[in-house]
């Protein structure tokens, strides 16, 4: 059996809770909010309708910070994986339940906001087809991470027997071959036009919650790797886009995709410099601003679409309302503050707070 790593840290209850974790869910929760903010226009106008610079300015911003889910992603897997945190079935059901919570919640909502927003009207209809359509995955599209989040959880403790019983070295070679079965193959098959034959028929989110995992017990010294693989993923993705863009009017369609090789290593590069660069001193005053976005980062992911939506289709505001290196900065700026203080006010909410 696996010995369990010794410089794991434990809190109450017996649960892992590393700092850098928290400043990657921090870091990753801002880049979040900016993500959605360069790409809700690029996702509803094309390039001729908002400008090709302007479209190429926000496809280049949503790939510099593409890591932000992903990385969330294996900070869950870091977490729920360690076999210093006690997580069984009953837990797990909790967790589930929590998730289902949101989606009777903020994910009817939103389904009944759009439903509004389309047709224009209010009926007590719409809150019986909101409900339906959230059932079938149509609330607002950021919600999707709450489905992943229950089917990882539906195989997180198969995973935790399989993590508790391999060695480091084990570890490292499944995700490895995972990796070039899920992510290296695929991204192949799509640059070149090619079909290799592929049958590594397996979620991606998997990988990336078993890669968290690995990241956050690994003893390697792989910071000297990971800056040049993030600054060498980050400029081969943003050349690419920029230049098919430029070309077609039409993105590079493996910036896109979710099994993307250069993601990959984005991510898990973001990862460990964060990790590792956490080693150092400590600095109260960011430490006080991380821990209130860490408490709040739930509720922000869940609320800053709300007022993405309510600057963009009820004030008519958008980046391109003004000069875009004022708008984005701006909007990014309102928008996160809105949804910082909205969500800590949402989780005072007695019902609410349960599932926040």
Known sequence: MKKVNSTVPVIEGGQSKKSYIETLRAIATLAVVFLHINMTLVANYSANEIGVLNYVIFND??????????????????????????????????????MAGVLLTFGVAYA??????????????????AFFNTLQGKSWSHMWYIYMLIGLYLITVPLRYIVERVSNQELEMIVLTLSIGVFLIPSINTILGISLENYMLISEYIVWYLLG??????????????????????????????????????????????KNIFTLVFGASVFVIIKECCKGGNNDKLHKIRDIICLNSFAIYLIHPFWINLFFKVFKITPIS?????????????VFIMSLLSGAIVRKIPLIREIL
Not at 322 to 333: A, C, D, Q, S
């Open 322 to 334: 003004f000069p875009i290196y004022i708008g984005i900065p701006v909007l990014f700026f309102v």
């Open 213 to 258: 995992y690995y990241l956050s017990v690994s003893e390697r010294r792989m910071l000297k790797y990971a800056v040049p693989g993030a600054i060498v993923s980050a400029v081969i993705m943003v050349v690419a886009e920029s230049v098919t863009l430029f070309h077609t009017a039409e993105c590079f369609s493996l910036n896109h995709q979710t």
């Open 112 to 129: 009944f906001m759009e439903l509004v927003f389309s047709e224009k009207s209010v009926s007590i209809g719409m809150v019986v087809r």
């Open 61 to 98: 911003y949503y790939i510099l910070v593409k890591w932000a889910v992903p990385c969330f992603i294996m900070i869950s897997g870091a977490l729920l994986l360690n076999p210093e945190r006690h997580v069984g079935y009953c837990k797990i059901a909790k967790y589930i339940k929590r």
